[in-house]
């Protein structure tokens, strides 16, 4: 075992009391367990298959000072803390996902607090459900979060999780954000989260979820997400890192039930020291389900880009149909991307393809567009812009498809700080 | 306008240009033959500043400005335009875009504000209807799906939006059928003022019917061996290019 996971070890069994204190039964009663896997494994190495393009280890050593403050949350008929839940949540909490993987044992075991999001049978959410994880404070901080979102029969929702830095009554005025000591402080601090998100979609429910990642370079996040889907049912994640320090997200699916959906997107944009490792499994368990994936980075500078994916057809999931595309923009010499597209088929009745590609910018497009003027770094702009397009298409929600069009393109000009129509920023 | 004096040029170890001496005034149209691979589209690539391009030795002067100190866009900022042999396909890049980013970055370059989105429209809509090309092809990515013909009105086309002083029109005659041929060619023909100058290059004397060129020169292995009149372009279509070579074997 390396030293990283003695600090966590021992402040879990420093705080533990405490923790349980600030928390809820439902998520105390799987603590404990959580603790001892995580005790008896620790965090994974680099010969971990699912760990292999991420340095665990390094991004955990520093002592970040772990957060217990509560979660503020918005009032909506349809969200929660978990404590004050409207449903039994013990058969769901903890159900989906898997505490053999290390940060999902630590983040059950360190989180106090957790929000649920409770679409009830036959409701149909109509404006988007949005949480925004604020990043914020003083001190470098650990923050583990921990989501459950259940939609029950019938239920329809669009969910749009983001990580961003600024308070939301600093960012709306420039001139305050500037001023302000505590955005200030903000923006050089050192923030490492852990996330899990767990997703119940019961029979005919239509989840649209988005995980929406703007923070700074200084920011790590480990995301796993576990989507667990029924009959007749459809689910969308799309996860959009714009910016960013260190990012792994892994996304497990499962395909309980006959005749559901899943499509999985990806965009990813790399610059500077910036490395994004996504990582999927798809576990079709019934017949006649579809899975698509379209995974898309743009690395530039030295920045890292990894994807490993894989379909796991399972015997009996006959007329599965599952597609998965990784494709990638390497914009510089010196950035690297690793592409891992994985399928395993147990049953003979399956259409499946996966594929993935690594490519550099199209010199003869960059001179066609000089040779009309266009200047080389708005000419690459344009590429890279055009290159992401085709995922940020894919969006279903169209205010937000607006919205990202716009924040791609800025931050492919390394404008993405800069606010709308503000005379400062120009 | 356009002085090229001694000019060598290679592709990675290859020399193809051997010393080219040229002059264009404003206002002429100078037609360029040659057999394949005589090095007519390396002079033209050479002018506009492809990098892949690397030039040994002479000098290019374009009005008053030392050509080949300037980057692709300065070039093409100063006035230069060349109509591709092969148009390039720009997926995810749509016209208007591409043409817009285009426009703005050479009134940039002028000190000019950007064009007012209605006005940069109406621009398109003027020009588009000089080459008729079509609205729809305006909306899709650059070149993208475009047929032969379709590419190479695409290239006028952008001449217009440009308003080039001086242009290289790279066999821009090849894969049009007559009528595309004409069209393309009086498209030219309406954008040119009288100081715009040209220069044409074409295997064929059909082109040269629309386009009537001042000087016609024969390139042949990196060097221009034969200058003369628009009769000597229907001298090479009757007669091909054997008889200059053995005049310079005779020589």
Same mark, same amino acid.
């Given at each position: 075992m390396m030293k990283s996971e003695k600090q966590y070890i021992e402040f879990y069994q420093e705080a533990?009391?405490?923790?349980?204190?600030?928390?809820?039964?439902? #998520?105390?009663?799987?603590?404990?367990?959580?603790?001892?896997?995580?005790?008896?494994?620790?965090?994974?190495?680099?010969? =971990?298959?699912?760990?292999?393009?991420?340095? =665990?280890?390094?991004?955990?050593?520093?002592?970040?000072?772990i957060s217990l403050t509560p979660i503020t949350?918005?009032?909506?008929?349809? $969200?929660?803390?978990?404590?004050?839940?409207?449903?039994?949540?013990?058969? &769901? &909490?903890?159900?989906?996902?898997?505490?053999?993987?290390? $940060?999902?044992?630590?983040?059950? #075991?360190?989180?106090h607090d957790a929000l649920l999001i409770y679409v009830p049978p036959y409701t149909k959410v109509e404006s988007p459900i949005a949480i925004d994880n604020w990043l914020r404070g003083k001190e470098d901080t650990m923050m583990n979060r921990r989501f459950l979102i259940i939609l029950d029969k019938g239920a329809e929702a669009t969910i749009i999780i983001s990580d961003r830095m600024a308070p939301p009554s600093q960012a709306i005025d420039h001139h305050l954000s500037e001023a302000s000591p505590l955005l200030e402080k903000s923006e050089k601090r050192k923030y490492l989260t852990t996330q899990v998100i767990e997703v119940c979609c019961h029979d005919n429910a239509h989840l649209d979820l988005y995980e929406i990642e703007e923070t700074t370079s200084l920011c790590s996040r480990f995301s796993n997400v576990y989507i667990k889907v029924g009959r007749d049912s459809s689910v969308r994640h799309n996860s959009i890192t714009l910016f960013n320090g260190l990012t792994r997200n892994l996304c497990d699916v499962y395909l309980t039930d006959t005749n559901s959906q899943v499509t999985l997107n990806g965009c990813a944009i790399g610059s500077a020291n910036q490395h994004i490792d996504n990582n999927t499994l798809i576990h079709h368990q019934a017949p006649c389900c579809q899975s698509n994936q379209l995974y898309k980075y743009?690395?530039?500078?030295?920045?890292?880009?990894?994807?490993?994916?894989k379909i796991l057809v399972e015997k009996g999931a006959q007329q599965t149909t599952s597609q998965e595309t990784n494709a990638n923009l390497c914009a510089s010499s010196e950035a690297r991307v690793y592409t891992q597209p994985m399928l395993e088929i147990y049953a003979d009745d399956v259409k499946c393809a996966h594929g993935s590609t690594v490519g550099v910018m199209d010199e003869s497009a960059l001179f066609y567009m000089r040779q009309r003027g266009i200047p080389e770094a708005e000419a690459r702009t344009l590429l890279k812009n055009a290159f992401m397009g085709q995922v940020i298409n894919s969006i279903q929600y169209e205010p937000l498809r607006q919205k990202l069009y716009v924040k791609v393109e800025k931050r492919f000009r390394g404008e993405l700080d800069k606010c709308e129509d503000c005379r400062l920023c120009k | 306008m356009l002085e090229i004096r001694n000019l060598h040029a290679q592709v990675g170890d290859k020399e193809i240009l051997k010393g080219i001496d040229l002059t264009i005034n404003d206002g002429e149209i100078h037609a360029l033959m040659g057999t394949n691979g005589a090095g007519k589209s390396t002079l033209s690539n050479v002018i506009v500043g492809n990098p892949n391009y690397e030039v040994t030795k002479g000098s290019i002067i374009f009005n008053g400005q030392d050509l080949l100190s300037m980057n692709t866009e300065e070039r093409a900022h100063a006035g230069i335009f060349m109509s591709f042999q092969a148009p390039i396909e720009i997926p995810g890049v749509s016209m208007t875009n591409f043409m817009r980013a285009a426009v703005n970055a050479r009134r940039e370059a002028q000190g000019k504000e950007p064009l007012k989105s209605t006005d940069f429209l109406k621009m398109m809509r003027e020009k588009r209807k000089l080459?008729?090309?079509?609205?729809?092809?305006?909306?899709?990515?650059?070149?993208?799906?475009?047929?032969?013909?379709?590419?190479?009105?695409?290239?006028?086309f952008q001449m217009a939006m440009l308003n080039p002083t001086f242009c290289i029109l790279d066999e821009t005659d090849s894969g049009l059928d007559v009528d595309a041929l004409r069209i393309v060619a009086e498209g030219f023909n309406k954008l040119r003022t009288p100081g715009t100058s040209a220069l044409v290059i074409t295997h064929y004397q059909r082109l040269l019917d629309y386009i009537r060129p001042h000087f016609v020169h024969v390139l042949i292995d990196g060097k221009i061996v034969k200058t003369g009149g628009p009769d000597l372009a229907q001298k090479i279509e009757n007669n091909g290019f054997d008889w200059i070579k053995e005049g310079l074997m005779n020589a």
């Open positions: 533990s009391s405490i923790i349980k204190e600030r928390s809820c039964p439902v #998520m105390n009663a799987v603590r404990d367990a959580a603790f001892r896997q995580f005790e008896s494994s620790g965090f994974p190495t680099r010969k =971990v298959e699912r760990y292999r393009y991420t340095d =665990v280890d390094t991004v955990f050593a520093p002592n970040y000072g949350i918005t009032p909506s008929p349809f $969200i929660f803390h978990l404590k004050d839940a409207p449903i039994n949540v013990s058969p &769901y &909490y903890n159900r989906v996902a898997n505490t053999k993987d290390s $940060i999902t044992a630590l983040n059950t #075991m360190l989180s743009v690395v530039d500078d030295q920045s890292v880009g990894a994807f490993a994916g | 080459v008729e090309i079509d609205q729809k092809l305006m909306n899709r990515s650059v070149n993208e799906g475009f047929s032969g013909g379709e590419r190479k009105r695409n290239e006028i």
